[in-house]
């Protein structure tokens, strides 16, 4: 299975940027970064596809980007404009080949990183 490492989080004011990157062992046909914070229900951020497909929660629509730099297969979400509500631990998703790439199918049978923490204060 895909090995995965993220990094990149740290604590910004609102209205800054961070770039999350996930170290991979190698790529997958459906790649995602999801979110959590305390007291609150897993987050789907963004996905991207091999072909380039993307897709984004309307909640980062415009602020985030999500993309894969192959030569060193590495997942990135590059995100601005920051907001205190942005704050969570996010994790770095890998579907499992044979398996379902819906938000319930990379949860349950997704390969994930151990998770890099955001801190965006007002």
């Known amino acids: 299975q895909v090995q995965l490492v993220e990094s990149g989080g740290g604590s910004v004011q609102a209205g800054g940027s961070l770039r999350l990157s996930c170290a991979t062992s190698?790529?997958?046909?459906?790649m995602a970064w999801f979110r959590q914070a305390p007291g609150k229900q897993r987050e789907e951020v963004a996905r991207?596809?091999?072909?380039?497909?993307?897709d984004y929660a309307d909640s980062v629509k415009g602020r985030f980007t999500i993309s894969y730099d192959n030569a060193k297969n590495t997942l990135l979400l590059q995100m601005n404009s920051l907001k205190p509500e942005d704050s969570a631990m996010y994790y770095c998703?890998?579907?499992?080949?044979?398996?379902?790439?819906?938000?319930?199918?990379?949860?349950?049978?997704?390969?994930w990183g151990q998770g890099t923490q955001v801190t965006v204060s007002s």
């Open positions: 998703v890998a579907n499992r080949p044979g398996y379902g790439v819906g938000w319930l199918d990379l949860q349950e049978s997704g390969n």
């Open positions: 190698g790529r997958t046909y459906c």
């Open positions: 991207i596809y091999t072909g380039g497909t993307t």
